[in-house]
Each structure stands twice: as structure tokens, then as C-alpha cells.
């Protein structure tokens, strides 16, 4: 639904004055993005209260006045849902907020006093307006698609399925290996097989710990469950032949139906998402979790390492002027965040940042070229865990103290994490175990307890607030 005149005007002047920002949450599945943006809500309505913000200069200061929710721009998307995020972590026992499986928005207005401000002009008070969205996080992983061909993706996606990942598509790649491309479409045939992959996506994702999961939709599907824009799948590099004769393929054949249906999807499906979204961002942040990674084994953090470096490359960086922030905008400043700190103990910290950055050494680079101001930090959105010491030996050393998602409450040392990409000795010998905790109980209406989370908001928005 677009927004109506008075709002667009009134978005309008906000961006032309540099008094709104449009904030993407960038995280693949798993990687804590509904936390993220729970606590963000949630520390800025408690900012000046009992939010631990010492890190945010706005608030060190004295100037964060607090942040109220308001009606989001798009009457036709909902609300990004924070009261029952609240409730799922104020519950006894505390449970983490569900994890989003469709589109979803946020607006918040950041009310503050400004270094600067004339009481001639605008007076002491101003605001901020942000603008917040959330989706599913299978959903990123469509984007490269735009820029592929279904023979260029069919060839990609069949170079990946080796080693560990294949066992996980054993019964597609069965059932696909007896399929003509050349013969006639067979409706229930492509739906079956199309099925058959949706399950041997989500067996890789849930059984294996793999991020790079194509086309995201298989695995939420929403209203477009059953419907033939879902039924595709890509043809293994053994049936795909001459380029040339398969376009000359007649229309009706297994390969131009598959064909059609890819470009199709990109059509009416990724493209809007992309264009309604993706294409309006002025800041970014990108959630990584590295330690489920680890956890996984080498195949999979290379497989985390490949989305992330194909994902960062969708998005459009670069420095902003006037025009460009009403016209095109761009993202013009980007935090790289390693999630779950909690579930280390603090002097790892550095470790897992390193590794973050050496994760992402690649977009890294191509960003420093563009400009484009980057800072990268491990944190937890909200802390699970207390650091605590054990003595053993007559030496005291590090801990973790929590509650796994079981419900055993333990004292542990998790292990340690490599500071730079791991070899193959690393995985010989490493001895971590990077164990899921559910949330620490939460008082109800105490602002949540969090690592760096105000050091993530004052380089997101510190230069917006003064």
C-alpha cells in the first residue's frame, strides 16, 4: 500500500533535513536478528532510565531523551511484533522470541537534545525518525538469483552438492537423475521432485548447519506454499549439456518449464522484495554467527564464509549527498557484528572478532575502496550467560555460567576461538563446544541485559544524534 500524500511529505522533509534513517538488520537464519532488534527497541525506550548505554555518547552525555513506536509508513505490512518478543523473554521459563517467518516493520521516533541546536531555529529538542524491517533470513539468500540465469544457477548450485552437503540431497538428486529435460512437463512429475529438494534444503539447514540454502522461499514458502512458482529445482551439471541445444528446446519441455519458473520467481517474487526494500537502506548492520559455524565443522563455516561474501555483494554502498538520500539511496555506514558473545567468555571476545574479520576479509576490502565507514564488534543483543571463574589447580580460570535450552544450568568453559580462519590442524584438534543457552530470566519492564549492544547504536546513529 503506498503511503498517503501527508506521510510521504512528511517522509519527505524528514529525509531532506537528515532526520530519518532506514536501518537494514542484515542476518542469515539463526544469526539472532529478532533479538537484535528487540533489544535495540528495547534499550531505547529504557535510554535514560535503566538501559546500560555508557558506550552510546548520546546517552554518556545526558542528551537520549527515550523513543516512542509509532504507526509504521506501510499500512499494509505488520507490525514488528516487540510486545510478544517481551513476553517470550519475560516468561517463566524465559524463551526466545519466535523466529520471523514474514515481513515485518518497525518506525521509532529517538527523541533528543542536540549539541548544536540554535533555540532560534529548531530548539534544544529534536528527533530522529527510524525505520526498522525484519524478514526471514532465508529470504537474503534469494538475492544473488537476480543476477543469475537458471543455467548459471543450476550450474552453481550443482557445483556445491559434495563432499558432506551431498548426503543431505541424496533422495532429490535420486529422483532428478531419472528426468528429461528434453521430454514433455509432466505437472505432478516437477512437483513431487520440487518437493523432494524443498526437504533436502531444509535437512542441510536443520540436520547439517549449512547457510547457503536456494531458493529461501522452499523453506518458508508462506501463501505461495503449493503454488507452481515454487515448483522449480536446478538440473545437476550431468543433464544440462550444450547451452545451445537446450535452448532450442521446445517450450514445453522439462528445461524451459524449470527455465521459465526460475525467471518467473525472480520476477514476481525476489524483485519486489528487493526493490521495496533492499533498495532504500542509509545504514546496515550485519549479524554473524560464527561460533555455529565452528560448532559444525570446516565444510559448513566455508559454506557461511560463501554466503556472507555473495550476500554483502547485493546491497548498494557508497557516500550519500542531498539527492541521493531522497532520490537513491545508499548505505552509507555498515557495523560487521559477531553474535552470541555471551556464549564465550569475555577475554575471547577479541578472538571472535578477529575471526569475524577474517570471515569477511573479502567485502571488507571491496568496502574500505568504496569508502564506505565500517566498524566491526562482537556482541550480544541479550546476554544469556554470567562470566564467573572456576579454581582447579590452584589456578582459577574462566566460566560460563547459564542455562542450556534443556534447562541444565551449568558452570563451563566452552573453549577457545581461533583468531584467524582455521587450517586443517585447527580442526584436527579443536576442543570447543559452543553450547545454546536460553535467555536469563528478565524482570518484567527492566531494560535487558546486553553486550556492546550501545556501542552498536552510537556508530549506527551517534553521528545523527548531536
Given at each position: 500500500m503506498p503511503l498517503s500524500l501527508p506521510g510521504y511529505a512528511g517522509d519527505w522533509l524528514e529525509r531532506s533535513l537528515d532526520?530519518?534513517?532506514?536501518?537494514?538488520?542484515?542476518?542469515?537464519?539463526?544469526?539472532?536478528?529478532?533479538?537484535?532488534?528487540?533489544?535495540?527497541?528495547?534499550?531505547?525506550?529504557?535510554?535514560?532510565?535503566?538501559?546500560?548505554?555508557?558506550?552510546?555518547?548520546?546517552?554518556?552525555?545526558?542528551?537520549?531523551?527515550?523513543?516512542?513506536?509509532?504507526?509504521?509508513?506501510?499500512?499494509s505490512v505488520p507490525r514488528f511484533p516487540?510486545?510478544?518478543?517481551?513476553?517470550?523473554?519475560?516468561?517463566?521459563?524465559?524463551?526466545?522470541?519466535?523466529?520471523?517467518?514474514?515481513?515485518?516493520?518497525?518506525?521509532?521516533?529517538?527523541?533528543?537534545?542536540?549539541?548544536?541546536?540554535?533555540?532560534?531555529?529548531?530548539?534544544?529538542?529534536?528527533?530522529?525518525?527510524l525505520d526498522l524491517i525484519d524478514y526471514p533470513g532465508e529470504w537474503l539468500l534469494d538475492l544473488p538469483m537476480l543476477r543469475q540465469s537458471y543455467q548459471q544457477w543450476c550450474e552453481a548450485l550443482s557445483a556445491q552438492l559434495t563432499g558432506r552437503r551431498r548426503r543431505f540431497a541424496e533422495g532429490f538428486l535420486d529422483r532428478v537423475s531419472r528426468l528429461d529435460p528434453a521430454a514433455t512437463a509432466d505437472e505432478q512429475q516437477l512437483a513431487d521432485i520440487s518437493a523432494e529438494y524443498a526437504r533436502s534444503l531444509n535437512s542441510a539447514r536443520n540436520e547439517g548447519g549449512y547457510t547457503w540454502v536456494q531458493p529461501g522461499r522452499f523453506l518458508l514458502p508462506g501463501e505461495l506454499d503449493g503454488a507452481p512458482v515454487l515448483q522449480f529445482f536446478p538440473l545437476p551439471m550431468a543433464q544440462l549439456g550444450d547451452p545451445a541445444a537446450l535452448a532450442e528446446l521446445p517450450a514445453d519441455s522439462n528445461y524451459q518449464t524449470l527455465g521459465r519458473r526460475f525467471?518467473?520467481?525472480?520476477?514476481?517474487v525476489i524483485g519486489p522484495f528487493y526493490r521495496q526494500h533492499f533498495r532504500r537502506f542509509d545504514r546496515q548492520i550485519v549479524l554473524v554467527d560464527v561460533l555455529s559455524a565452528l560448532n559444525a565443522g570446516p565444510d559448513v563455516f566455508d559454506d557461511l564464509r560463501h554466503a556472507i561474501a555473495t550476500l554483502m555483494q547485493s546491497f548498494d554502498y557508497g557516500s550519500r549527498s542531498l539527492l541521493s538520500r531522497l532520490f537513491n539511496p545508499r548505505i552509507d555506514r555498515l557495523a560487521i557484528a559477531a553474535t552470541k558473545a555471551d556464549h564465550v567468555t569475555p577475554e575471547q571476545h577479541d578472538n571472535l572478532l578477529s575471526l569475524v574479520q577474517a570471515l569477511m576479509a573479502e567485502p571488507l576490502r571491496d568496502l574500505r575502496y568504496a569508502d564506505v565507514p565500517v566498524r566491526s564488534l562482537s556482541l550480544a543483543a541479550i546476554r544469556a550467560t554470567q562470566a564467573r571463574t572456576v579454581e582447579h589447580d590452584g589456578k582459577r580460570h574462566p566460566a560460563l555460567k547459564g542455562t542450556t535450552e534443556s534447562g541444565e544450568e551449568v558452570l563451563m568453559f566452552p573453549g577457545e576461538v581461533p583468531s584467524k580462519l582455521p587450517d586443517a590442524d585447527f580442526w584436527q584438534r579443536q576442543g570447543f563446544d559452543f553450547t545454546a543457552f536460553r535467555p536469563a530470566p528478565q524482570g518484567s519492564g527492566e531494560a535487558l541485559p546486553h553486550i556492546r549492544m550501545d556501542s552498536a547504536l552510537d556508530w549506527l546513529l551517534g553521528d545523527k544524534l548531536r
Open positions: 532526520r530519518q534513517v532506514r536501518l537494514a538488520v542484515t542476518g542469515l537464519s539463526r544469526a539472532g536478528k529478532t533479538a537484535f532488534l528487540t533489544s535495540l527497541v528495547n534499550q531505547l525506550r529504557h535510554a535514560g532510565l535503566d538501559a546500560r548505554l555508557d558506550m552510546m555518547s548520546c546517552a554518556r552525555e545526558g542528551r537520549l531523551l527515550g523513543a516512542q513506536r509509532q504507526t509504521q509508513p506501510d499500512l516487540y510486545d510478544q518478543a517481551l513476553a517470550a523473554l519475560e516468561a517463566t521459563p524465559p524463551d526466545w522470541p519466535s523466529p520471523t517467518r514474514g515481513i515485518s516493520e518497525l518506525r521509532l521516533l529517538i527523541r533528543y537534545k542536540s549539541r548544536t541546536s540554535s533555540r532560534h531555529f529548531l530548539g534544544e529538542q529534536r528527533t530522529l525518525t525467471e518467473h520467481y525472480k520476477r514476481t
